[in-house]
């Protein structure tokens, strides 16, 4: 995302509907956040930003983060693995200054973000500790938008914390994941992340299918309507019927686990030193060890022993479902308004 690119726009002194009515009611600002390494989440946000873009009632305004240090892409294996005590713990890194200034008021904020080591990305975690995100987000309604392989449930968590936390209310979740299986992607993603490349060999490729990208198109409409009625004021999701967020819930147990050994192993790096320290660096060789271990183990046993107690899982599996959709949803039902 380019903020260059975009108009925005603090607000024009003469925009607000005026008391008698006569004029046009002003147009509805929406503010979108993003940080991208490869162009996938930029992509994304762009297919739903497009129908706002061309409403022609509506003011974007596009934030893209910069941490100060970039984070490189691909990924050197030691940075890769580096990066995940500070993604465990959340803490951030510094970001370039910001083009906002605090004093904006938007009606929708549209918080794009991936996830790293079963968090929101460390960029993003930057924004949302940020002293200006609290004066931005204080009061209003986010849509979170997130892209990643296919474990996001953790990060949600703590993303619906942050946001609390700076006084915002997520209205809606969209996520969009790898379509490929789990055990797949734990092969082609860290590949691709590593290397830049999403093919290896015959494998499906790593990454988000262009069609689910194109097909986001439809969170954009569905937010362009409900803007034109307020319902961004309400307390109903936007989202609702649009397939915007499928949980697979046989995936908590493993991010669970995953959680509790990046929390604790990062402990110990981030005692070992800040990240770059070379004591990190052994201290991260045997974390790897342990980390393909519990992959191997944890990931693979979990889902076959949920397969076999299935029947008995049944009802807590629904339950965790039905948690981790909210508020919008894996409903289907206005899908025929937008696609077409
Ligand atoms: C350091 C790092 C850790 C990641 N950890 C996870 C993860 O825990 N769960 C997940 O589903 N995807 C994970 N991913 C994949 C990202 O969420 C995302 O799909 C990918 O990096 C592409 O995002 P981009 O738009 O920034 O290029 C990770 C990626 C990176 C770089």
Not at 305 to 317: D, G
Request: charge should be positive; charged fraction near 20%.
């Amino acid at each position: 995302m380019d903020a260059g690119t975009n108009s925005v726009h603090s607000s024009p002194p003469n925009s607000k509907k005026e008391d008698d009515g006569s004029a046009a009611p002003r147009p509805k600002r929406v503010l979108v956040i993003g940080y991208s390494q490869s162009g996938q989440l930029t992509r994304i946000a762009e297919r739903i930003l497009a129908p706002l873009r061309q409403a022609g009632d509506m003011e974007l305004r596009v934030e893209t983060l910069s941490p100060r240090q970039p984070y490189p892409f691909p990924w050197t294996f030691f940075s890769f693995l580096d990066a995940f005590p500070e993604s465990a713990h959340l803490v951030a890194p510094e970001l370039e200054p910001l083009t906002l200034r605090g004093d904006e008021d938007f009606d929708l904020v549209i918080l794009t973000y991936q996830v790293w080591f079963l968090a929101p990305s460390l960029p993003v975690t930057a924004f949302l500790k940020h002293p200006l995100a609290q004066r931005l987000l204080r009061g209003k309604p986010v849509v979170t938008v997130i892209a990643c392989r296919n474990m996001w449930m953790m990060a949600q968590e703590k993303m619906k914390q942050l946001l609390s936390d700076c006084g915002a209310r997520v209205i809606d979740n969209v996520v969009l994941t790898d379509p490929s299986p789990t055990l797949l992607t734990l092969v082609t993603t860290p590949y691709w992340l590593l290397t830049g490349r999403k093919r290896l060999l015959a494998l499906p490729a790593a990454g988000i299918d262009d069609d689910s990208i194109e097909r986001a198109q439809r969170f954009g409409c569905a937010l362009r309507d409900g803007l034109r009625r307020d319902a961004e004021r309400g307390q109903a999701a936007m989202l609702q019927g649009l397939s915007a967020c499928v949980a697979d819930p046989r995936l908590y147990v493993s991010e669970r686990a995953g959680t509790r050994s990046f929390y604790l192993w990062g402990k110990l790096l981030r005692a070992a030193g800040g990240p770059g320290t070379p004591w990190r660096k052994p201290l991260l060789m045997l974390y790897v060890v342990f980390l393909i271990l519990l992959i191997l183990s944890v990931v693979p046993v979990s889902l076959l022993l949920q397969a076999a107690l299935r029947p008995w899982l049944k009802p807590q599996l629904a339950a965790l479902k039905q948690r981790f959709e909210m508020p919008s949803g894996s409903g289907q039902e206005r899908m025929g308004m937008y696609e077409h």
